[in-house]
Nanobody, 125 residues
Framework: QVQLVESGGGLVQAGGSLRLSCAAS????????MGWFRQAPGKEREFVSA????????YYADSVKGRFTISRDNAKNTVYLQMNSLEPEDTAVYYC??????????????????WGQGTQVTVSS
């Protein structure tokens, strides 16, 4: 089993920054990776960013490319999402997820086996 705990959400003005953290405990999977997704009210959960353990590849949604950065601290078993130049459209509950292997690919929620409880990010205009 893997437990994921997100933190770092909050209220910020447009143009501001936040850093989300996802602390993982339990098993680790060398062939898998971690991802961030978000879900706004009335909308489907959407991919934000991901990284793969093997090769350290990173992935970003077009809407956040150049503004968000995913990174990891292996010693702390923690993955981060640095969010800069935030926009009101970024308002959502952000979820951290872990996958055991490649699955359908890092951009698809169905590839992920474990999910955190979510953290709210609200960007005011």
């Amino acid at each position: 089993q893997v437990q994921l705990v997100e933190s770092g959400g909050g209220l910020v003005q447009a143009g501001g920054s936040l850093r989300l953290s996802c602390a993982a405990s339990g098993r680790t999977f060398s062939r898998g990776g971690m991802g961030w997704f978000r879900q706004a009210p009335g909308k489907e959960r959407e991919f934000v960013s991901a990284l793969s353990w093997s090769g350290g590849m990173t992935y970003y949604a077009d809407s956040v490319k150049g503004r968000f950065t995913i990174s990891r601290d292996n010693a702390k078993n923690t993955v981060y999402l640095q969010m800069n130049s935030l926009e009101p459209e970024d308002t959502a509950v952000y979820y951290c997820a872990a996958r055991k292997d490649y699955g359908l690919g890092p951009r698809y929620p169905r590839s992920y086996d474990y999910w955190g409880q979510g953290t709210q990010v609200t960007v005011s205009s």
